[in-house]
């Protein structure tokens, strides 16, 4: 009974193994687009496939966090400085050197 057990055991992990190794073999991918609004608003476009674990930041704070797989969607930033640059990353941060898949610097209209 205790050789079942572990040969069950061995059987399970050996499937998780494969499974986690043919899942990893996707590269992420990623894309932003940026728009700014007004001089204290930047509007961003983004989608992302096979994702860890994607998250838009803007310089190093995260803003949105989007799990595993693949999406889009628009992120508006509000409250900025005016006639001040800005960088926006979207990242794959499941990876432990937190791949950066793509990156735009914009910057605020000035005031009027």
Excluded at 16 to 25: A, K, P, R, S
Excluded at 72 to 85: A, K, R
Aim: with cysteine; hydrophobic share 35%.
């Amino acid at each position: 009974m205790k050789k079942f057990k572990l040969y069950s055991l061995l059987i399970v992990i050996v499937a998780f193994i494969i499974l986690v190794t043919v899942g990893c073999n996707e590269v992420p991918s990623g894309d932003i687009g940026v728009k700014s609004v007004d001089s204290r608003t930047i509007t961003i476009s983004y989608s992302f496939d096979d994702s860890y674990i994607g998250g838009l930041f803007l310089e190093d704070e995260l803003k949105i966090n989007f799990g595993y797989g693949s999406g889009s969607g628009l992120y508006t930033q509000t409250g900025l400085q005016s006639d001040t640059e800005y960088v926006f990353c979207l990242k794959d941060i499941g990876d432990p050197g937190q791949t950066v898949l793509d990156s735009k610097t914009i910057k605020t209209l000035a005031d009027k």
